[in-house]
């Protein structure tokens, strides 16, 4: 045996022993790892079958010797690229199902076969014989149709591989890179090595490719020891980012946009892969079509800031947060919640506990609230404030005579008269039962009076049509303006509305009356 054989059987006995090593290594230590860890070492397992193969197939003597070993490496060689791409594809997290597995080894498995009888049938090899200058165990063979298809199947599976990692590099964090540097190298030596060897330019009559395994093996076992391939990976960070119901936004220091997750993306289907690395204020501009909903440099002096956004009729909770390492300023983090069905349940709620159900107008207690807030600002501002109270005359008559469905149609037309009048002037709400009240912020008694006899001309022109039946409506109004008092409370200024009010029922309704301090009486105001 020449020095140059025993070079060659060294090396592949080399990348035999590095890979059995591998195996036995994540068997004996499993427990401490991933699943992943099951894939990879049947992938160790098929390359330490393939290199020791053909190690003992270079101490053939005879033709049938090398057929024999040739065999025996197809057991390992063939599967040993798809099990490195499934080994890849599980490592970035790439979704495995039954049907893909079964897919990737079928063709694997029909090489195996068709190598073992390739006697019967040469669509393997159309040739195999002992190689006529250099002698047994160099080979030359001549290939058949199935040998292009196993080919170019095992170069596309490791170039698949190759290529998942290199589209993977630009989202993976810094910390989790040497791994993919090794895992490249891992893909990229045995590929190149194939390569060589298909175009004819390695030494004749034999394959290359175990003697370079040993490198990657080498490669293999640096990750697991030094960078815990099996026990930190993307993957294990993929898993639980995006699996956060919440919209996670990374920024760097500049705030371009470094990093996002699935769910922010669900979010924001404008999102894509291409916007990393673009500035997070151009970014937002172009999305909700505004570039100050909240300011990235005023959140960034901030430990942490809360707000609330619409995007696209959808409401969000942004919460953000700096990244720092100890003192130093590293990025920022922003967390979209969605809230728009608690929103629509807020306003449900709101609308339930401060807006009358039949007329869809204030009711007394938002009345209260909001009116409450008027009588401090107009005292403070010494601006005037005016109250006017009314009520639908005779309304339990009506109520008697034509029941209580036409009372409510009768509330909703006046309150839909009212509405259409005052046209966003004051604050309108329903009192109670056939009351109601409005407050002018900015206007005194005598405005408040005119704009009383304009509701009340209007109700009274305006009758209900309804069932076959047209209903005369008419209503009496008192009005009340906040007096120099500083101690007078709302519930005073309602009180003296009140009085005017029944006042001008007493001078025969459908009339305007005012309340006078001055002299603490009632002056008729038509």
Partial sequence: M????????????TSGILNLYLFIYVFIKRQQFTNIKNVFAVYCLSITIYCFAAAFGLTASSLEEIKFWTIIQYIGMPFSAPLGLLFIMQYLGVKITKPRVILLLAIPMISFILVATNDFHHFHYKSYMVHPSLGAPFSTIEIGIWYLVHGMFTFGSMLAAFLLLIFRWKETAKMYRPQIIALLVGQLVPMVT???????????????VPMVLWLTSILYLWSIRTTRLFTVMPIAKDAIFHSISNGVFVLDEQYHLIEFNEAGRRMIPQLNK?????????IWKSITGVSDSFNLESVGNKQEMVLEIEIAENFYQVRTSTLQDRYVKKGLLIILTEITELKRLQSQLEKQAYFDELTQVFNRRAFFQHCGKKLEHAKAAQTPLTVIL?????????????????????????AQICQTKLNEVGLFARYGGEEFVIALEGYTANEGTEIANELRHAIELESLVAADLIVSITASFGVAQLSNNKDETLT????????????????????????????NSINRRT
């Fill in 2 to 13: 020449n020095s140059q054989l025993t070079t060659y059987i060294t090396l592949f006995c």
């Fill in 194 to 208: 194939a390569f060589i060897y298909l175009i004819g330019v390695t030494p004749a009559g034999f394959d290359p």
């Fill in 274 to 282: 291409s916007m990393i690395g673009q500035d997070f204020k151009i």
């Fill in 390 to 414: 009314f009520d639908i005359d005779y309304f339990k008559k009506v109520n008697d005579t034509y029941g209580h469905m036409i009372g409510d149609q009768i509330l909703k037309h006046v």
């Fill in 492 to 519: 005073q200024l309602l009180n003296n509305a009140d009085k005017a009010l029944y006042a001008a029922k007493e001078e025969g309704r459908n009339c305007v009356l005012f309340y006078s301090e001055k002299v």
